[in-house]
C-alpha cells in the first residue's frame, strides 16, 4: 500500500453530512462496490462546502478527499471542467495538469492505474450534483 495515499486518505476533513446541503449526489461502482455520497452547499454557482462520505476503499476515500478540498471556494463549472477531463491525467499529459490541480499529481499516476474506477468515482458522482 501506498503510504502517500493513506496519508491523503487519513484527511478526513470533509468526511461528513452536510444537512443543510444544496446540492448532492451518490453513486456506486458496479465493479467493485464502493459508493461515495458527497454533499454541497451552492450559492452564485461557487462551491461553499463540500462534504463526503460512503463506503469505499483507500483510494477512493483519497480521491474524495482532495476532490473537496480542491472544490471549496471554486466555481462549480471550473471543478465540472476538472471531471470532465480527469481521466486524461492517468495518461501523463502534464499540459492538462493546470498548476492549481497539482495536488491530484500523487493519486492520478500510472501505477495507479488498476485503481482507476475507484479514484474516478468521486469526481463522476460530482459530475452528476443534482439540487436538493
Same mark, same amino acid.
Given at each position: 500500500?501506498?503510504?502517500?495515499?493513506?496519508?491523503?486518505?487519513?484527511?478526513?476533513?470533509?468526511?461528513?453530512? *452536510?444537512? +443543510?446541503?444544496?446540492?448532492? +449526489?451518490?453513486?456506486?461502482?458496479? =465493479?467493485? $462496490?464502493?459508493?461515495?455520497?458527497?454533499?454541497?452547499?451552492?450559492?452564485?454557482?461557487?462551491?461553499?462546502?463540500? $462534504?463526503?462520505? $460512503?463506503?469505499?476503499? *483507500?483510494?477512493?476515500?483519497?480521491?474524495?478527499? =482532495?476532490?473537496?478540498? *480542491?472544490?471549496? !471556494? #471554486?466555481?462549480?463549472?471550473?471543478?465540472?471542467?476538472?471531471? !470532465?477531463?480527469?481521466?486524461?491525467?492517468? !495518461?501523463? !499529459?502534464?499540459? =492538462? @495538469?493546470? %498548476?492549481?490541480?497539482? +495536488?491530484?499529481?500523487?493519486?492520478?499516476? *500510472? %501505477?495507479? %492505474?488498476?485503481? #482507476?474506477?475507484?479514484?474516478? =468515482?468521486?469526481?463522476?458522482?460530482?459530475? #452528476?450534483?443534482? +439540487? @436538493?
Amino acid at each position: 500500500m501506498d503510504l502517500e495515499i493513506l496519508n491523503i486518505a487519513s484527511n478526513t476533513d470533509n468526511n461528513r453530512n *452536510i444537512k +443543510s446541503r444544496t446540492h448532492y +449526489s451518490k453513486l456506486k461502482n458496479s =465493479l467493485c $462496490g464502493d459508493e461515495i455520497k458527497i454533499d454541497l452547499i451552492i450559492r452564485d454557482n461557487k462551491i461553499i462546502d463540500f $462534504g463526503y462520505n $460512503g463506503e469505499s476503499c *483507500i483510494y477512493c476515500q483519497a480521491s474524495a478527499s =482532495l476532490l473537496s478540498k *480542491i472544490s471549496i !471556494n #471554486k466555481n462549480k463549472i471550473e471543478i465540472n471542467k476538472l471531471c !470532465n477531463n480527469i481521466e486524461l491525467y492517468f !495518461n501523463n !499529459n502534464s499540459k =492538462l @495538469v493546470k %498548476k492549481k490541480w497539482k +495536488s491530484l499529481n500523487s493519486l492520478f499516476k *500510472i %501505477k495507479n %492505474k488498476h485503481r #482507476k474506477e475507484c479514484i474516478l =468515482l468521486p469526481f463522476k458522482a460530482f459530475n #452528476k450534483i443534482k +439540487s @436538493v
